[in-house]
């Protein structure tokens, strides 16, 4: 649906959602959009890159409307919407960005600056392949590639857990405890163009939930000031270093009271770094990100039938990574299948990103369940029920001594 059509579509009142809550037909870009409506973001910029472009749709939409009013600046690159945007934070602006795929590369200095210079941005990623070849399908490569430059990263299933989490990412990354800028990844095609009702919350709801953006003394201004973006040289870089780090171990338990905060307000949220589905008495687990929780929910489902004890673990939030909550879920099982939406070419085992962090979380447990490393769903391709059976198969069998080995990396549905 057009984003014209998407605003004409009739708002009624949440049966599931506090009161004040109207549910929408809506995909997990429009849901984004209507994030920087409601959170009154200042500054947005913008360049097409597809499958992220269709925020930018709707957010125009709205402007031309009348029911949002921000700068919305049409940048002549990727790099310098993201530009335009870091600067706008350090006068005190609230903003909002975004891209996909390769031209989430071609922002990359600038990436990488902002969470250098502590700038609380929020941005969405369509997650798409990485050129070359060209393809628009969701891969998870292009968002990773932040992982170690201090960006927080969170990936959604859901419109309406896009919509959710990309409020409480403004509260996180804005705390004056954090300050680092945070990235919401979106599967291409698969939510960014998807629609589903998604609870809209009203203006009053997020106003009680979300404070205004203020940087305080480490605001950029003629009456305060300060050096932004120094050239820092061995002496001082270090240290520097450290108080990004310090502002990374911070941002767990903000995110903690952003999640109890935001549950108490909405009625909704869950557990914030991790999802469990039918791990309570799991012996085999498959662990994976975002739109996958589908496909794998209804395999663990048809599978119970059939009387295998298999749980599902979604991982919501890569940075901070929730080593914690993976230990808890994980630490009983006695193999564990990830299914990776990526690849680390070269890497341990030839695995994916995922399987290696999650390798590295469950180390020091004494009892650490097997693990097996998979490699799915690249390009938009269908990870389907049946792939998931077949993965948790694998899972069994490594349980069970058998030929599957941990040293391995399977991809899985590849044409011979």
């Known amino acids: 649906m057009s984003p014209a059509k998407a605003t004409a579509v009739k708002r009624v009142e949440a049966t599931g959602g506090p009161s004040g809550e109207t549910e929408e037909l809506i995909s997990g870009s429009e849901a984004i959009a209507h994030v920087c409506r409601l959170a009154d973001v200042d500054v947005i910029t913008a360049y097409p890159i597809r499958p992220y472009d269709t925020v930018m749709q709707c957010v125009s939409q709205m402007i031309s409307n009348g029911d949002f009013d921000c700068e919305f600046i049409v940048a002549e690159s990727e790099h310098s919407q993201f530009e335009i945007v870091k600067h706008a934070s350090a006068v005190g602006a609230r903003v909002f960005c975004g891209s996909s795929g390769v031209g989430w590369f071609y922002a990359f200095e600038a990436l990488a600056v902002t969470a250098g210079l502590r700038l609380p941005m929020v941005a969405m990623v369509g997650n798409r392949a990485l050129d070359d070849p060209g393809a628009f399908g969701v891969e998870h490569n292009d968002a990773l590639a932040v992982r170690d430059l201090g960006w927080m990263l969170a990936w959604v299933s859901t419109a309406q857990e896009a919509l959710d989490t990309a409020l409480i990412a403004y509260r996180v990354a804005e705390d004056p405890r954090v300050f680092l800028p945070c990235a919401i990844s979106c599967d291409g095609a698969f939510l960014t163009h998807s629609q589903a009702i998604v609870n809209v919350p009203s203006q009053e709801m997020v106003d009680g939930f979300l404070p205004p953006y203020d940087r305080a003394e480490k605001q950029l201004h003629p009456d305060n000031p300060i050096t932004i973006a120094p050239q820092a040289n061995e002496d001082w870089l270090m240290e520097m270093r450290r108080q990004n780090d310090m502002a990374a171990r911070r941002a767990r338990d903000v995110i903690i009271e952003a999640y109890e905060d935001f549950g108490a307000k909405f009625g909704r949220g869950g557990e914030p770094f991790i999802e469990r ?72 085992f030839y695995s994916g990103t995922l399987t290696n962090e999650l390798r590295s979380a469950l180390y020091p447990l004494e009892s650490r369940p097997k693990i097996v490393s998979t490699i799915a769903g690249l390009g938009g391709r269908e990870v389907t029920a049946d792939n998931v059976i077949e993965i948790a198969g694998m899972a069994f069998d490594v349980a069970e001594g058998g030929d599957v080995s941990e040293e391995d990396t399977y991809w899985i549905g590849v044409r011979e």
């Open 277 to 348: 589905y039918m791990m309570e008495d799991a012996e085999v687990a498959l662990v994976g990100m975002g739109t996958l929780a589908m496909p794998v929910k209804v395999a663990v489902r048809k599978m119970r039938e059939q009387g295998k004890k298999v749980g599902f673990t979604r991982v919501r939030w890569f940075r901070p990574f929730p080593t914690q909550e993976l230990q808890d879920a994980l630490g009983g099982t006695k193999a564990v299948a990830v299914i990776d939406r990526d690849y680390s070419f070269g890497s341990t």
